[in-house]
């Protein structure tokens, strides 16, 4: 809620949404720095209302330039066990701040150091501390306690502090005041740099100054579809959610689902989410190491031909296909969404990574670093921290950015728009698919971001499916198809807004499984 409210603030002051975009990933950096932070990355995708244009811009972290393929296996070519899970070993060059200094410029109006001031009052005067984030400091605090400067920020006297407790970040309000006057440079060359290279060298890390320094956005063409006249625009790699949501929608659109029987829907959605996952774990990777077939991999020809092998009254066993899978990106995500008067719009998805990244923080910082390293393969069919496993696509090298999940999207039909992305590992983009179908059939922010939701991503052959997401004669029949279920009780934290063209009603909505707020002025 706070970062809404800085957003809404700078909205206020005449911004447009890029403008508050930048200011909400900086407040969040200060009130929810266990699911993002400038010491993480993200994948903004951005809609210019004055021209159509859209485009993404790509702050997604990247390897050190020390980083190889076999940095976390011992000498016997074993994967030592969390090495790029914690501590700064485990960290890629942050990209936010880069990120938010290039949309200031080249988007906003107000200029960057108006749209960091709602972060930089909030880290310096401090926020009164809620159930969520003291309940993941309880889960990590063993972890926090390994580095002296985190323990001096986030814990009281090396406990985690009571809820309501005032949680001031003076470092890290430095740090953004830094950003502030000086862009690019107040974080990746002089003070800020030579202390994070310094703290993260001095815990075994293998940053360097030109690591910091070479650190450059990329902006990103889209990746467009069209779903039964449904416009979808959603990220490109080295996020795989626009390839991977656009190849199960083309799948989908050869069924009639309006009319289809509820098991016979699910049935039909779990098996366009195994196929598109499966070409996920074998293709995709950073676009400027790897070649991908993306032309292929989007066609309505080719989702025929994948969907001509679905059986209709039995699941595919996804020993079936091709034995790979895929690292995917961890839970501890924030989306946000963003509709100006103007109709520019933002759906923004960021990260740290695990929850609080590394629990690492360079002393004289106030920046928790991410753990993003453990979103490449550490060794070809070794799982991840995520269970899953990955191939030479996404294998570590210096500067390439790790394959993410993260599906920040715009769907348009000719009544209305809509603006949605989650956080949620893997799950992220079947809840964005999920999400994506109901506004199809009419829904509205409200109910995109409370649908139940189920998932399926090839490996493990598993059909989740949250509490209450399917009645017992459901997973019953399902059973009886031969789909393997687990109830996972509830994921997800989606944020989405509708603007319906025919009454001009804008709703914003937050998923009620969080905390987040949705406000419309």
Known sequence: ??????????????????????????????????????????LWLLHRASDGFDTLVDGREYAP???SATMYQDKDGNVIPRASMDGPLSSAIPGMPAALVYMAKKYGRLGLARDLAPAIKLARDGFPLDQRFHDRLVGKQALLQRWPAATAVVLDQGQVPAVGWLLKQPDLADTLELLAKQGDAGFYQGKRAQQMVDGVRAAGGIWTLDDLRQYKVVERKPLTGDYHGMHVVSAPPPSSGGVVLIEILNILSGYDLAHADPVQRIHYVTEAMRY?????????????????????????????????????DRATPSS?????????????????????????????TVTVNFSFGSCFMAPGTGV???????????KAGVPNGYGLVGNSANAIAPHKRPLSSMTPSFLETRDGIAILGTPG????ISMVLLGSLDFFDGGDARSIV?????????????????????TDAQVAALQKMSYTL????????????????????????????????????
Not at 425 to 428: A, D, K, L, N, V
Not at 506 to 517: H, K, N, Q, S
């Open 368 to 378: 928790v670093l991410n753990d993003e390293m453990d979103d490449f393969s550490s």
């Open 65 to 67: 330039g020390a980083a």
């Open 425 to 428: 590992g893997s799950r992220i």
């Open 320 to 348: 079936a296909l091709t034995s790979v899978s895929m690292p995917q990106l961890g839970n501890n995500t924030t989306h946000y969404s963003v509709l100006d008067k103007d109709g520019n719009r933002v759906s923004g």
């Open 486 to 521: 687990a109830d996972h009780g509830h994921w997800g934290n989606m944020q989405a807004i509708t603007w319906d063209y025919k009454t001009g009603k804008v709703t914003a909505a937050a998923d009620p499984r969080g905390i987040g707020t949705g406000e419309v002025h």
């Open 276 to 312: 598109a996952y499966h070409d996920r774990a074998d293709y995709l990777g950073d676009p400027d190491f790897v070649q991908m077939p993306l032309r292929l991999l989007m066609s309505p020809d080719y989702a025929a031909g994948l969907r001509a092998t679905i059986l209709p």
């Open 1 to 42: 809620p706070l970062a809404t409210r800085a957003g809404m603030e700078i909205l206020a002051q005449g911004g447009n949404a890029f403008d508050a975009a930048v200011a909400v990933s900086a407040a969040l950096s200060v009130v929810e720095p266990y699911s993002s932070g400038i010491g993480g990355g993200g």
């Open 450 to 470: 409370s649908l139940p939701r189920y998932h399926h991503q090839y490996l493990p052959d598993v059909l989740e499916y949250e509490d209450g997401a399917f």
